[in-house]
């Protein structure tokens, strides 16, 4: 028995001792390495590490080119498929360093992403390598995420409930800027605006300024202000936020709503003439059925074209970075000139009628259609007449899907010609009442003299 005992206390030593032998020898190896490794654990602290996240999807877009392994998920239903690099071992290289990352999982199931390299890269990984897989990483996760379209609920489903301020769907609108009828050159003016705006994060942090940007979108019915909306946040990846101003009770609710809206985003105010108290002439209007009492403004009890514009100017539209406000309105000449000031709003966007080169791009998505003889004669036609590309593009819809090219073009001029002429009626009957109201003028003038 005691033979049995001192047996198992040598094994036990000696195992002991190995294994500090084996310890004491990975420090040595460790300190003789020449190699770092630094760990991004999946979870930490029993929080989700970000930096872990940012890291898997680097690796997963890196090289897909070079990859063996690769898996493939459906992020959105319009982008078709996002591949991932599936593999356990990724060797990058980064300003002539080579870098080699390793995903391992732990004993408690929990994923760690380890990085190795050589020592002597040690600043370029830890000073910006590092930081570059974050950005980089995050920018991917960006670019595949589902863009969402929110809109406000009324303030009388706020309370209690829990519910969120903002409600959601996934935004999937088909409109691009490719596809977008209208003037080329503007076309391209918005979208380097929108290439700056959403570079220029530098830029607003070295100016001083928030990050963010006005649009005001004006022009008649179906002149596409909405679709271009669309066609910006398909454009930038950014979510829309649908601010239904008539919900809204006051500014502090106001305030409330776009606090809670995220950066990377879109605020939109559509028809905002017709939003309640913010037009020059629907105040006068309310003053004169006493409704209100002047001084009522000042407080929080409504909601007021100063609160609107001091969210717009001021600290709280700085509580997200990166958000474009856009108005639209079809009577830019309603607007209480407060809202529309320059400085204010960015950039006034014009959308009018359709030209030609706008019909243009609508004869190329409809009917896939370069030229035709009919061409010039819509050209000039519509040099005269005032249609609204959604006036267009309803012609051309409608008889696309008897693929009778010639047929829809046609029906476009007799429209064109009709409005032309109803048009030029309008004018002349304009016209009349003006030189009948100017004779009465003289008229009854000529009789207060003879009285
Ligand atoms: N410039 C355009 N380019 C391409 N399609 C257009 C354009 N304008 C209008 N359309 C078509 O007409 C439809 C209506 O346009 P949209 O809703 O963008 O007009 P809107 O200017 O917002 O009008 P409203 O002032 O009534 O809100 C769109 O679905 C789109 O298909
Ligand atoms: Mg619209």
Redesign the pocket.
Known sequence: EHLKIAIKEFFLSTIQQLSFVQRFSDRVINFFSPYVVISFPEYEEYRFNHAFAAIDTYLGAKAIGKAHKIRASQVKESKGLVLKRDEAKVRDVYQGLNVWWEIVTATDGDRIHKLTFHRRGLEIVTGSYIKYVMEEGKSIEAKNKKMKLFTNNPSLNWDNSKKSLWRHIDFEHP?SFQ????DPVKKEDILNDLEAFSNGKEYYKKIGKAWKRGYL?Y????????????AMANHLNYNIYDLELTAIQNNSELRKLLTATSSRSIIVI??IDCSVGLTGKRRKRDGDLGVKKDGEDQNQSRLTLSGLLNFIDGIWSACGQERIIIF?T?HIEKLDPALIRRGRMDMHIE?SY?SFE?FK??AK?YLDLDSHPLFGEIKSLLKETKI???DV??KLMAESHKVDVDGSLKDLVESLEKRKKHQRDHKLSGKKLRIFRELFRIMSHHKQKVN
């Open positions: 409109a596809t977008l009828a209208m979108l022009g008649p019915p179906g002149t596409g202000k909405s679709t271009m909306i669309a559509e028809d639209t079809n959308l359709c706008a791009v609508l998505n609204a590309p959604a593009a309803e």
